[in-house]
């Protein structure tokens, strides 16, 4: 099988997940927690700035995920139900890392417009 890439097939033969029109299959997009998690996608997206790629976007969707089950074990822990602490931290620490990860390919990125002498400076300022 001869793998294509995505962006030279028409939208009816891409996902709907790649095409945008749906959060992950079966979810549906209308649920409160569907809500959230598009809305940080597209704050994370629009941090690292402009086109991304496929696994830029993987990354914030992962990003995303890990953040909303942090979220979502903090409201049971704040509502006063049971919590497992090592699940709580477990999550709190995924999420962290993955936006840590996050924001390590954005500083990596060289500005727009700024050329390979500007980057190779800023680079040897963070040293």
Same mark, same amino acid.
């Given at each position: ?33 569907a ?10 997206? %629009?941090?690292?700035?402009?086109e991304?790629?496929e ?18 074990? %903090? ?12 699940e709580?931290?477990? %999550? ?19 500005? %727009? ?14 040293a």
């Amino acid at each position: 099988m001869v793998h294509q890439p995505t962006t030279t097939l028409a939208p009816t033969q891409r996902s709907a997940v790649t095409n945008g029109s749906r959060i992950l299959a079966g979810v549906n997009g209308r649920s409160a927690a569907a809500r959230r998690f598009r809305d940080v996608v597209v704050s994370l997206e %629009a941090e690292l700035g402009g086109e991304l790629s496929e696994s830029e976007r993987l990354q914030v969707r992962n990003a995303a995920t890990l953040q909303l089950h942090s979220e979502e074990l %903090a409201a049971r822990l704040i509502r006063g139900e049971a919590v497992d602490p090592e699940e709580i931290t477990r %999550a709190a620490n995924g999420a962290t890392r993955a936006l840590a990860g996050l924001r390590k390919r954005r500083a990596a990125k060289p500005a %727009a417009g700024g050329g390979v002498r500007d980057y190779l400076a800023s680079k040897a300022a963070a040293a």
